[in-house]
């Protein structure tokens, strides 16, 4: 006899709409999250910890000397998010408000922000302690990509 | 002859804003532009507080932060205090001049990056001593109404101030890493305090110069330990017709500070010696994060205006909320209860040693 309520017909349709309301409503996944630099940038990696220094203020310059200049996507980016939860270890709202009071106190001045990450890209190429985060299939010759080293 | 001397002035002024070195220009893009303005409204249960309940538009707020090159940058922070009106053209009913409030130059320093681990200031600054000094107005970036009165603004509690809010002269800062742990430092040399009427960042009133420094050592990314110190002269007088005399200011302050995803924790102590007396003051402070941008906040604060003097204790119990009501917003809304209970030897006290004061405050910060 077959079922009236677990038909392999109603069995689809409800697969389909459970996959694309998992499809509209999960975060969207990336490729790898990488660092990019300017091509004259000697470095290779960068633990997670100095990104968050840098990120934070509190490491101003690369070990050659040149000043880190650091840029952040929207805080509205889904790759933004990524990198403040998974790096910096802090959501978009209370980095906000770190960098609020940094400001207020002429303690430095807050990463610049960019709404894409060809924008971001198009900074780091163009300044030589420029810093950023990009999704690696994005990443272009025109800088040099870093790796990052998470925390254990 | 007279049209001549016009005609070459205009030439040489067309001359000199045309040459005008790229090398002095600043690219405006770089150029930081920040403030805050916060409105509040307090009311209290009697003539000890805020017993008429009103309105009071505290901080106008314009920060400017413009880099010379990327080492050299200059940092300045202007700000209105209670609807600044210190004009002579609006007048009362009386005809005597209205208004008040003050324009005050909080910060103003160039500022030099050496090093992660050697930068300098020189200018006039707010004083680096304990958490909440330099953000002392910039109440956007501090969970409560105001910072703890409590080390911060004796001079409300029935003593003197702690420290100078201001001081004007050379810092040098930094930031040491060591392994996973960080050390901040900053010490500095200035003129200090000066008596009522003389500008302290203008000139000083003894030779003495003032100095100062504060470390905050944070082992990991959660914990922060700090100490901070304050060493100067202030004028002083045995008697109202004595002459003014300078005297030794000493404070020492110890901060220790926990920081979770939603709760954190946060707490001072500080005790000053000057002339003929020493007073001491500390807090604590709880912060829980009841959802995203709602936060409830607990503190505890005391003040001892004068440690010889027996019942002159201020204790006040601090509860609020602070909520950003809108999505990545730069409004905070704050509301919080206050119980002030002094002693009867409280030099503050007219006439209730207990009231209780109601505050809500809108603050708005670029």
Same mark, same amino acid.
């Given at each position: 006899?077959?079922?009236?309520?677990?038909?392999?017909?109603?069995?689809?349709?409800?697969?389909?709409?459970?996959?694309?309301?998992?499809?509209?409503?999960?975060?969207?996944?990336?490729?790898?999250?990488?660092?990019?630099?300017?091509?004259?940038?000697?470095?290779?990696?960068?633990?997670?910890?100095?990104?968050?220094?840098?990120?934070?203020?509190?490491?101003?310059?690369?070990?050659?000397?040149?000043?880190?200049?650091?840029?952040?996507?929207?805080?509205?980016?889904?790759?933004?998010?990524?990198?403040?939860?998974?790096?910096?270890?802090?959501?978009?709202?209370?980095?906000?408000?770190?960098?609020?009071?940094?400001?207020?106190?002429?303690?430095?001045?807050?990463?610049?922000?960019?709404?894409?990450?060809?924008?971001?890209?198009?900074?780091?190429?163009?300044?030589?302690?420029?810093?950023?985060?990009?999704?690696?299939?994005?990443?272009?010759?025109?800088?040099?990509?870093?790796?990052?080293?998470?925390?254990? | 002859?007279?049209?001549?001397?016009?005609?070459?002035?205009?030439?040489?002024?067309?001359?000199?804003?045309?040459?005008?070195?790229?090398?002095?220009?600043?690219?405006?893009?770089?150029?930081?532009?920040?403030?805050?303005?916060?409105?509040?409204?307090?009311?209290?249960?009697?003539?000890?507080?805020?017993?008429?309940?009103?309105?009071?538009?505290?901080?106008?707020?314009?920060?400017?932060?413009?880099?010379?090159?990327?080492?050299?940058?200059?940092?300045?922070?202007?700000?209105?205090?209670?609807?600044?009106?210190?004009?002579?053209?609006?007048?009362?009913?009386?005809?005597?001049?209205?208004?008040?409030?003050?324009?005050?130059?909080?910060?103003?320093?160039?500022?030099?990056?050496?090093?992660?681990?050697?930068?300098?200031?020189?200018?006039?600054?707010?004083?680096?001593?304990?958490?909440?000094?330099?953000?002392?107005?910039?109440?956007?970036?501090?969970?409560?109404?105001?910072?703890?009165?409590?080390?911060?603004?004796?001079?409300?509690?029935?003593?003197?101030?702690?420290?100078?809010?201001?001081?004007? @002269?050379? *810092?040098? !800062?930094?930031?040491? %890493? $060591?392994?996973?742990?960080?050390?901040? +430092?900053?010490?500095?040399?200035? &003129?200090?305090?000066?008596?009522?009427?003389?500008?302290?960042?203008?000139?000083?009133?003894?030779?003495?110069?003032?100095?100062?420094?504060?470390?905050?050592?944070?082992?990991?990314?959660?914990?922060?330990?700090?100490?901070?110190?304050?060493?100067?002269?202030?004028?002083?007088?045995?008697?109202?017709?004595?002459?003014?005399?300078?005297?030794?200011?000493?404070?020492?302050?110890?901060?220790?500070?926990?920081?979770?995803?939603?709760?954190?924790?946060?707490?001072?102590?500080?005790?000053?010696?000057?002339?003929?007396?020493?007073?001491?003051? @500390?807090? *604590?402070? !709880?912060?829980?994060? %009841? $959802?995203?941008?709602?936060?409830?906040? +607990?503190?505890?604060?005391?003040? &001892?205006?004068?440690?010889?003097?027996?019942?002159?204790?201020?204790?006040?119990?601090?509860?609020?909320?602070?909520?950003?009501?809108?999505?990545?917003?730069?409004?905070?809304?704050?509301?919080?209860?206050?119980?002030?209970?002094?002693?009867?030897?409280?030099?503050?006290?007219?006439?209730?040693?207990?009231?209780?004061?109601?505050?809500?405050?809108?603050?708005?910060?670029?």
């Amino acid at each position: 006899m077959r079922s009236r309520y677990f038909s392999s017909r109603s069995l689809l349709k409800a697969s389909i709409v459970a996959l694309a309301l998992s499809l509209a409503f999960a975060d969207k996944a990336f490729a790898e999250l990488i660092v990019i630099v300017n091509k004259d940038n000697p470095a290779t990696a960068f633990r997670a910890a100095d990104l968050r220094r840098i990120y934070n203020g509190g490491k101003r310059m690369f070990e050659n000397g040149v000043v880190i200049q650091p840029a952040n996507l929207a805080s509205d980016n889904p790759l933004g998010k990524d990198f403040f939860i998974s790096v910096l270890h802090i959501d978009a709202e209370s980095y906000r408000l770190f960098w609020v009071r940094m400001i207020f106190s002429g303690k430095g001045r807050p990463p610049v922000e960019f709404e894409t990450e060809q924008e971001a890209i198009k900074f780091v190429a163009a300044n030589k302690g420029g810093l950023a985060f990009v999704d690696s299939p994005n990443a272009t010759d025109a800088v040099k990509t870093v790796k990052i080293i998470f925390d254990d | 002859m007279r049209k001549g001397m016009f005609f070459a002035a205009t030439l040489f002024l067309a001359e000199l804003f045309l040459s005008a070195s790229p090398a002095f220009a600043i690219d405006l893009s770089k150029i930081s532009f920040n403030g805050y303005v916060d409105v509040e409204y307090s009311t209290a249960d009697n003539a000890e507080g805020n017993y008429n309940s009103s309105f009071h538009m505290h901080h106008l707020s314009f920060l400017l932060d413009v880099p010379i090159t990327d080492k050299l940058s200059t940092y300045a922070h202007v700000e209105f205090d209670h609807g600044t009106n210190i004009g002579t053209s609006s007048v009362n009913k009386t005809g005597a001049p209205v208004g008040g409030g003050d324009l005050v130059v909080e910060n103003a320093f160039i500022r030099y990056v050496s090093s992660d681990a050697v930068q300098f200031r020189v200018g006039r600054m707010l004083t680096p001593f304990g958490y909440y000094n330099e953000i002392h107005d910039a109440t956007p970036t501090i969970i409560s109404f105001a910072v703890p009165r409590a080390i911060n603004n004796m001079e409300d509690r029935g003593g003197t101030t702690m420290f100078p809010r201001w001081n004007t @002269g050379v *810092g040098m !800062l930094g930031t040491v %890493l $060591l392994g996973s742990s960080t050390l901040d +430092y900053i010490m500095y040399v200035g &003129n200090g305090e000066n008596p009522p009427g003389l500008n302290d960042s203008e000139s000083d009133a003894n030779p003495n110069k003032a100095f100062g420094a504060r470390v905050n050592f944070q082992p990991n990314e959660r914990m922060q330990i700090g100490a901070s110190v304050y060493s100067g002269e202030r004028a002083f007088q045995t008697t109202t017709i004595a002459p003014i005399q300078n005297g030794p200011h000493n404070t020492g302050g110890l901060l220790f500070a926990l920081n979770g995803e939603k709760c954190s924790f946060l707490s001072e102590y500080a005790v000053s010696q000057e002339q003929g007396f020493t007073e001491s003051a @500390g807090y *604590g402070q !709880l912060t829980y994060r %009841l $959802l995203k941008r709602l936060s409830a906040y +607990y503190r505890l604060e005391y003040s &001892n205006p004068n440690q010889s003097v027996s019942d002159d204790a201020w204790v006040e119990h601090i509860a609020g909320l602070n909520f950003m009501p809108m999505n990545i917003s730069n409004i905070v809304l704050k509301f919080e209860l206050s119980d002030n209970i002094r002693g009867a030897n409280n030099a503050a006290v007219t006439r209730d040693l207990i009231y209780k004061e109601a505050r809500f405050a809108v603050t708005l910060f670029f």
